[in-house]
């Protein structure tokens, strides 16, 4: 069993939806919580991280961590044709800098 | 302020080879990591440097080795190459823990 599960997708929704990405994890040593975008052939851009749980909000973008559940979610409003890419979560641990990704989901917004 | 740089983006090896790859972090960045990324494994933590000294270590193979220089810039090294080290090296770079800034990656095909 991998560290941190994600569903690959792909996700596909209509220009302006509201995008709800998710993963599960296994270690609740865990204590940060990071989320990339990934354009093809980029490297991973940094979204936002947080630390243990509760929200983080950031323009467009919220992401939100339940430790009880071990489950962490990132939520795209008014999302965009420009948000289309491949969404990696990642976690490690307290002072780590080792990060332990999912594997990634593709969304494509539409147009 | 410059992103991360990596040199080469491209590099197509046989196997049995070795192949050294470059990363030069952000300005005033003193942690640089390095991650494979593949379809079938996703993005994988091979190991971290910080101050010369390598502070975490993935589960990788000891053909894979890196060093860090005075001036934070950072070399990986693969010996022996095999066919399944075909994959994107990502190198990341930090101020502070838990917020890595990616490089674009090198691509290495290894035939």
């Known amino acids: 069993q991998k560290e941190v599960e994600q569903d690959p997708g792909p996700l596909s929704v209509p220009e302006g939806a509201i995008v709800s990405l998710n993963c599960t994890y296994s270690?609740?040593?865990?204590?940060?919580f990071m989320w990339y975008r990934q354009y093809s052939r980029k490297g991973p851009e940094l979204l936002m991280y947080t630390y243990s749980s509760g929200n983080k909000e950031d323009g467009r973008f919220t992401a939100q961590v339940d430790k009880s559940s071990k489950y962490i979610s990132l939520f795209i409003r008014d999302s965009q044709p420009s948000d289309s890419a491949t969404y990696l979560c990642a976690c490690s641990l307290y002072n780590f800098n080792k990060f332990y990704f999912g594997s990634g989901t593709k969304l494509n917004v539409k147009p | 302020k410059a992103g991360v740089t990596q040199t080469p983006r491209y590099l197509i090896k046989t196997r049995g080879q070795q192949v050294t790859l470059s990363c030069s972090p952000i300005?005033?960045?003193?942690?640089v990591s390095w991650y494979q990324q593949t379809p079938g494994q996703g993005l994988q933590f091979l190991f971290e440097?910080?101050?010369?000294?390598?502070?975490n270590k993935g589960n990788f193979p000891g053909r894979f080795s890196g060093r860090q220089f005075s001036n934070s810039r950072s070399e990986m090294n693969v010996s022996t190459l095999e066919l399944g080290d075909s994959a994107l090296y990502l190198c990341a770079s930090s101020l502070v823990v838990h917020e890595q800034f990616f490089g674009p990656g090198t691509r290495l095909t290894v035939l």
């Open positions: 440097y910080f101050s010369e000294t390598q502070r």
């Open positions: 270690n609740s040593a865990f204590q940060y």
């Open positions: 300005s005033g960045h003193r942690s």
